[in-house]
């Protein structure tokens, strides 16, 4: 099973541009407005776009966040855990030291609440200990059903730490480097899920960020291999997070394709046809996370794939 119907959400208290994150998030901004300004319109655009999603019948549960301790970023669950279909829970080292402080136990007693059934927890967090990272589905792009496991490499994803995971979770590594362009130097992108976006039967991809023509021809073989419809996007429409997506499922079994306002008017007419042939598009407006945050749909929303009790 590739998509979900359920989907776990952090609502902020406090969020802000988070200077531990900005290092190497080439995506973040500062805005000049005061932090209580930014939560303030950051609550705004998250209830909105959790409307959106229960409008289409898909079941969010919303946490609510903490004012201590101080995590500006734990708006993006997706990247300190991850759900998964035999009851098993992911835990993840992070990059940034305040935000190792987002990683809440009541988040997996209110999930049990909900009636899903956890039998286990895998935990990977004490490589922090070391200085290695891999930031959950930020860090990985999981194609589901092929049993495959996409990983740009960059600070927050460590090579033996992502092949660990797959040998944990029995997923085949598929691992290339992504740069984007900074103040004319190749850097790397700092997650995957702001380059790709896996769906059931297509692949969002800015392709022109793997640099390496081999890596390049990799991934794109193995994603076609799977019959994968391959749409590309720009670094351009990337930077606008174009490729920052996510499929899930909605009343009746339908499936939509979930993105911010930005990611979809980024897109031309031609890479909507191609999406809608596959599901129905939602999107909603979350320029200030988006600006102040460097992330957007996707790294809002934690897949919940546990099974019922």
Known sequence: MQVTNTILMIRPVAFRMNEQTAVNNFFQEDLDLKNVEINKKAQVEFDAFVVALRDKGIHVVVVDDTLSPDTP????PNNWISFHKEGIVGLYPMFAENRRNE??????????????????????????????F???????CLDRLNKKAYCALSDRADEELFIEFCEDFDYFPVIFTANQSVDGKRMPIYHTNVMMALGETFAIICSDTIDDKKE???VLDHLHNDGKEIIRITEQQMHQFAGNMLQVLGGDNKRYLVM???????????QLKAINAHCEIIHSSLDTIETCGGGSARCMMAEVFLPKK
């Open 216 to 218: 390049r021809k990799s």
């Open 260 to 270: 911010s306002s930005a990611a979809y008017t980024s897109l031309t007419a031609d």
């Open 134 to 140: 891999l930031e959950g589905t930020g860090s990985i």
């Open 73 to 76: 970023d734990s708006i993006f």
């Open 103 to 132: 990683r809440r136990e009541d988040v997996l007693d209110i999930l049990e609440a909900e009636g899903f059934k956890i039998n286990d927890i895998v935990d990977y967090t004490s490589a922090e200990d070391d200085d290695f």
